[in-house]
C-alpha cells in the first residue's frame, strides 16, 4: 500500500527535493511496483507521477487513460499532445532542485537505470538535476519485514540440512558402488525441496572439478560429469518457502570426494573463506560505527584478499547480491567489478556474500546471506564453511 508520507519521509532523507516516477508500457518495473500497478495491468501510453519532498504530489497521464493512476494521492493532470505533455512536465518540475528517477549515471547500474535517456534529456530540459533514486528504490523495494526473516530463518534451515543429505547421498551411493551424475544429486536436492514445500526458479547447481570452475554451470541430463572418487564438487543451492512475501536463502558449499583433503583444495578454498569473513567484518565493523556504507566496498574487501593471495585474474564475478522475493534483488548488490555499487548497505535487507576462485581444474565458492536488521545488527546465515567437506570421511 503507497504510503505518501513515508515515502517524502525517505526522499528527504536520501538528499532529493521530490521523485519522478515513469513508465511506458511496463518499460520500467521499478516504478509500477512503487507506485501499486498490478503485475498483469498494461498501458500504453506514457504516465508521470512527481512525489515532492513535502506538498501534494501530481499526476500527469494521458487522456485516453486518465484512471492509470487514481489510486494514488494527488492532483491529477491530463495531457493529449506532446506539446502539452512538456508544457505540463516544466509546470510540474519548476523550480524542484535535484530530483530522483530510475537512473544511473553513465549507465554504471543497469539495475536501477530503467528511464531511457531521450526522457531523462526532456526532464533535464525542464531546469531540474536528475540524480539516481537507487537508494529509494531499494529502500520500499529490499527492505524486509520481520515475517520475511522468519521465513528466511525456516528456509535457510532446511537449505543447510539440503546439504548435509546430499553429502551423505553422495558417500552412501559412492560405497554401494553406484554411478552417480551431477544431475542425480540435483534432482535429490529439488526433492528435499517438494517434501519440504520449498519453491526455487532454478535447480540448484551441481558441479565437479572443472564444471566447479564455471561459476554458472548448469547441469544437463545426459551431459553431465559422473561423480567419482578423488573428485572436487560444490554445489550452490537457493529456495523459499512457497508462501506469500517468501525470500530466499541461497548458498554455496564445497567437497571433496575422499576421505582427506588434498592440500591444493585446502589452500584454494582457505583464501576464498578469508575473504568471505573480510567482507562480512567490514559489514560488522561499518553497522557498529554507525557509518553509512556503499556495496562496492564490501565487494572490495573480499577481492583485495583475493588478488593479494594472487588469484585476482580467478575471481571473476561480484562478491554478493542483494536478496528478497527474488533470489537476485533490487536492493544493493555487493560489487566493485562489473558496476561500482554506490547504493548503501541499508538496515532490513539481505545480500549474498560469496567469493570464488575459479581455476581450469576446479572452483571453490563460499557463500552465505547477510542480514541487517532494524537495529544495525548483523546476522550471518547458512553456516561458515571453514574446510573443504570431506565426503567419504
Not at 511496463?26 to 498501458?43: H, Y
Not at 504530489?57 to 494521458?62: C, F, N
Request: glycine letters at 10%; proline letters at 4%; one cysteine or more.
Amino acid at each position: 500500500m503507497f504510503d505518501l508520507a513515508q515515502v517524502q519521509s525517505a526522499i528527504g532523507r536520501f538528499g532529493f527535493n521530490g521523485w519522478l516516477l515513469y513508465d511506458f508500457r511496463r518499460s520500467n518495473v521499478l516504478a509500477c511496483r512503487v507506485a501499486g500497478l498490478p503485475e498483469d495491468s498494461s498501458f500504453s501510453r506514457r504516465w508521470f507521477y512527481f512525489i515532492p519532498a513535502s506538498g501534494e504530489p501530481v499526476r500527469l497521464v494521458h487522456r485516453i487513460e486518465t484512471g492509470v493512476l487514481d489510486h494514488l494521492p494527488g492532483e491529477k493532470r491530463v495531457y493529449l499532445r506532446w506539446q502539452e505533455l512538456e508544457a505540463e512536465l516544466a509546470r510540474m518540475l519548476q523550480g524542484q532542485g535535484k530530483i530522483a528517477m530510475e537512473y544511473a549515471p553513465r549507465g554504471g547500474n543497469p539495475y536501477v537505470s530503467r528511464v531511457d535517456g531521450g526522457t531523462i534529456e526532456q526532464v533535464r530540459a525542464t531546469g531540474v538535476e536528475v540524480g539516481s533514486s537507487g537508494d529509494l528504490i531499494q529502500f520500499f523495494e529490499a527492505r524486509w519485514t520481520p515475517e520475511q526473516w522468519a521465513m528466511h530463518l525456516e528456509a535457510d534451515k532446511l537449505n543447510q540440512q539440503a546439504f548435509d543429505l546430499a553429502w551423505e547421498f553422495i558417500a552412501s551411493s559412492t560405497r554401494a558402488g553406484k554411478i552417480l551424475r551431477e544431475t542425480d544429486v540435483q534432482d535429490f536436492i529439488m526433492d528435499h525441496f517438494e517434501r519440504n514445500n520449498l519453491t526455487t526458479y532454478h535447480p540448484p547447481i551441481v558441479g565437479v572439478n572443472a564444471h566447479a570452475g564455471d561459476p554458472h554451470y548448469a547441469p544437463v541430463r545426459g551431459a553431465d560429469s559422473e561423480i567419482r572418487e578423488g573428485d572436487f564438487v560444490l554445489i550452490d543451492l537457493w529456495s523459499k518457502l512457497k508462501r506469500t512475501g517468501a525470500v530466499y536463502s541461497d548458498l554455496t558449499k564445497v567437497g571433496f570426494m575422499g576421505s582427506e583433503v588434498p592440500e591444493r583444495f585446502e589452500q584454494v578454498f582457505g583464501i576464498v573463506a578469508a575473504a568471505r569473513d573480510a567482507s562480512i567484518q567490514l559489514v560488522r565493523d561499518a553497522m557498529a560505527a554507525g557509518r553509512e556504507l556503499q556495496g562496492w566496498e564490501v565487494d572490495q574487501a573480499a577481492r583485495d584478499v583475493i588478488e593479494a593471495a594472487g588469484y585476482g585474474d580467478a575471481y571473476i564475478h561480484r562478491t554478493g547480491h542483494n536478496i528478497g522475493q527474488e533470489t537476485h534483488g533490487n536492493g544493493a548488490h555487493m560489487d566493485n567489478l562489473e558496476t561500482r555499487e554506490e547504493r548503501l548497505v541499508l538496515p532490513e535487507t539481505c545480500f549474498s556474500i560469496e567469493p570464488g576462485i575459479y581455476l581450469p581444474e576446479f572452483g571453490a565458492r563460499s557463500e552465505v546471506d547477510v542480514f541487517v536488521d532494524a537495529d544495525r545488527q548483523v546476522h550471518v546465515t547458512g553456516g561458515l564453511q571453514h574446510k573443504v567437506l570431506p565426503i567419504l570421511a
